[in-house]
């Protein structure tokens, strides 16, 4: 199995890795983890900061992480979970798992890390169940063209000094290549951090598919018109069905002072459409194709 050793940024980590927790980076994990149930495999879990977020209606959480001092830390995270985790160790290619085993896979700033991520999300796609969910917060390319032209300089010296994590990774449609997006909220965080070259993320949730080779990742609207020309309604897919409206005002998840603005993450102008989910309403923001 590769090893991933990474002693200096573990600690790092370690030290630093949850300052944001308080300022809504815990809330943007609770909309990670809502609604999940079952079976769930978390790839690349740190420390474990997820894991007092999961809900109960999930019954086992199987949480890789190759680096040795970070798979310790997590597991003394999990002894404080609300539901049972299990550490162990592996990489995003190689998960220890069997096929179809898993409801969710969970990633929280992990696909910037990994060495060839076509690789893991194919790895993540065979773990899964027929219909289960990608669930993933990442920081990605900004879509403000100045902005990514200052990532691309910080990628030159960013992955020496943070455990190989790149800042420039159109994630969203490289996901998109695998599974088809249902959710896909761009927004920077912090939102203070003005010039860090990780503010730019995308929260979400993608949908195991019968035959990725099918996927068109040009868009994400597309992607659920794909599962219906499939004979898959919203109610069986789960799926948010567009429905007219304004363009999207996305219902506030996190307090007004922590809340996404500014110009340099990827969609704060969301040009969305209002979507209803089963009898709940909501309104979610869809990413312009070539974001993350
Ligand atoms: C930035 S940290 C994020 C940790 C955690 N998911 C969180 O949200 O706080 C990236 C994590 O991915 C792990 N990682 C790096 N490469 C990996 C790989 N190929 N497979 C699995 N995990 C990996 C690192 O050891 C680290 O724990």
């Not at 999961?54 to 086992?60: L, Q, R």
């Not at 990633?107 to 999300?121: E, F, K, M, P, T």
């Not at 040009?218 to 499939?230: E, H, I, N, Y």
């Amino acid at each position: 199995m590769t090893q991933v050793k990474n002693p200096l940024f573990a600690r790092f980590l370690d030290r630093y890795g949850a300052r944001n927790e308080d300022r809504g980076n815990g809330e943007l994990r609770r909309e990670l983890l809502a609604g999940l149930s079952g079976r769930v495999i978390e790839v690349g879990a740190g420390t474990g900061l997820n894991f007092r977020h999961y809900p109960i209606s999930v019954c086992e959480v199987l949480a890789v992480e190759p680096e040795p001092y970070l798979r310790n830390r997590a597991m003394e995270a999990a002894t404080a979970a609300p539901v049972p985790v299990r550490l162990i160790n592996g990489t995003a290619a190689e998960l220890p798992a069997e096929d179809g085993e898993f409801d969710a896979v969970v990633i929280s700033g992990l696909l910037c890390s990994v060495r060839d991520v076509s690789a893991a999300l194919t790895e993540f796609n065979r773990v899964l169940r027929p219909g289960g969910q990608l669930r993933f917060y990442e920081h990605v390319r900004s879509r403000d063209g100045s902005f990514a032209l200052l990532q691309q300089a910080a990628d030159l010296f960013w992955p020496a000094l943070m455990g190989g994590c790149h800042v420039q990774r159109q994630t969203r449609a490289t996901i998109s290549e695998v599974f088809a997006i249902e959710t896909c909220r761009g927004f920077r965080f912090p939102p203070s951090a003005v010039l860090s070259p990780v503010a730019p993320r995308i929260i979400g949730t993608a949908r195991k598919v019968r035959d990725p080779e099918s996927l068109d990742s040009s868009a994400v609207l597309p992607d659920l018109q794909r599962l219906k020309g499939r004979g898959l309604s919203s109610a069986t897919t789960g799926i948010a069905r567009p429905r007219a409206g304004p363009a999207c005002s996305a219902r506030p998840r996190m307090p007004r002072k922590n809340r996404p603005r500014g110009r340099t993450g990827e969609s704060h102008a969301c040009r969305g459409v209002r979507m209803t989910i089963g009898s709940a309403r909501t309104v979610r923001c869809w990413n312009r194709p070539q974001a993350g």
